[in-house]
T-cell receptor, first 113, second 118 residues
């Protein structure tokens, strides 16, 4: 059974600081997703990482994937208040279309002015 | 383009009652998924439709849950009778047929229905 673990589950940080969220998974997978959720809103897709060594960046967020270590990271650079949200990583086990996602527990990020 | 919409956004019912949740996927998306997040736990897969057919219902907790997708458009998830442990947020997601393009495998989520069973 695929297990996905995120840490930390809660992160409070000051504006301008850097931090990393970690996502470990237990079974080989070549596709990992990062989503963002604002309270009461839908999960918004941030990144899709498809291969070992993949790195993607969007603004102050950068995601990477190490399939050998079964680890993905979401790095936050110079955090701003607008990044406050819950971040989820999710893995699917198959490269075919239409697969179930297995989610981590989510990291609730609070950026304080 | 309209996103995935779910109705209602919040439902409060008593134990033993019946509730039906509705999901309208993005138009043209063949794949439709239901997930659930019970408080304090991870988001868990419930089932997956391809058009009107159930592709995978391995995550459905028990036979009190019935999902349908008549005509391959919107879907409903009925809980009958509801129990206290059914409380949580029910998410629906959709994705198009990928045709081999992995970028199309992204699942687009609705805002969820928060179900409270008292």
């Amino acid at each position: 059974e695929l297990k996905v673990e995120q840490n930390p589950l809660f992160l409070s940080m000051q504006e301008g600081k850097n931090y990393t969220i970690y996502c470990n998974y237990s079974t080989t997978s070549d596709r990992l997703y990062w989503y963002r959720q604002d309270p009461g809103k839908s999960l918004e897709s941030l990144f899709v990482l498809l291969s070992n060594g993949a790195v993607k960046q969007e603004g102050r967020l950068m995601a990477s994937l190490d399939t050998k270590a079964r680890l993905s990271t979401l790095h936050i650079t110079a955090a701003v208040h607008d990044l406050s949200a819950t971040y989820f990583c999710a893995v699917d086990m198959n490269n075919n279309a239409g697969n179930m996602l297995t989610f981590g527990g989510g990291t609730r990020l609070m950026v304080k002015p | 383009e309209a996103g995935v919409t779910q109705f209602p956004s919040h439902s409060v019912i008593e134990k033993g009652q019946t509730v039906t949740l509705r999901c309208d996927p993005i138009s043209g998306h063949d794949n439709l998924y239901w997930y659930r997040r019970v408080m304090g736990k991870e988001i868990k897969f419930l089932l997956h439709f391809v058009k009107e057919s159930k592709q995978d219902e391995s995550g459905m907790p028990n036979n009190r849950f019935l999902a349908e997708r008549t005509g391959g458009t919107y879907s409903t998830l009925k809980v009958q009778p509801a129990e206290l442990e059914d409380s949580g947020v029910y998410f629906c997601a959709s994705s198009p047929s990928s045709g081999g393009d992995v970028a199309k495998n992204i699942q687009y989520f609705g805002a969820g229905t928060r179900l409270s069973v008292l």
